[in-house]
């Protein structure tokens, strides 16, 4: 008798390894504060995406030339480069559908300041 097949593993998970999920926030932002909670909690339930919390005034050389003007602002990059830079609401829910969303799409054109971003975070992250 034979064992099944594993089935291949189609969750966010899996679909979003080498992926970078970084949040630029500010300490003195309530809603960062607030946020950080339901940014930990997605981060835990997506292991094979690397978790980035930066502080942009704390980390200015990061954030470079950046504006943030909406907090929080979300940084996703797959292995290739940014997909995705921009604000989100600090809602619970809305990071994991984004992400969701992202990996079940081709990329589109890449932002070369979303793309400069993470080439920063990830050298000085990874």
């Given at each position: 008798m034979h064992a099944p097949a594993a089935s291949?593993?189609?969750?966010l998970s899996s679909a979003t390894?080498?992926?970078?999920?970084?949040?630029?926030?500010a300490g003195w932002c309530g809603a960062c504060r607030e946020y950080r909670a339901v940014f930990d909690t997605v981060a835990q339930a997506h292991p094979q995406a690397r978790f980035v919390w930066v502080d942009i005034e704390d980390e200015e050389?990061?954030?470079?030339?950046?504006?943030v003007e909406t907090?929080?602002?979300?940084l996703i990059a797959d292995p290739a480069g940014a997909r995705f830079l921009g604000p989100l609401l600090p809602q619970s829910g809305v990071l994991a559908?984004?992400?969701?969303?992202?990996?079940s799409q081709p990329?589109?054109?890449?932002?070369?300041?979303a793309q400069a971003l993470i080439e920063r975070v990830r050298a000085a992250r990874g």
């Open positions: 291949p593993d189609t969750s390894a080498g992926w970078w999920v970084v949040c630029l926030c050389d990061l954030a470079g030339d950046l504006d907090f929080p602002t979300l559908r984004l992400l969701d969303s992202l990996a990329p589109a054109g890449r932002d070369p300041q």
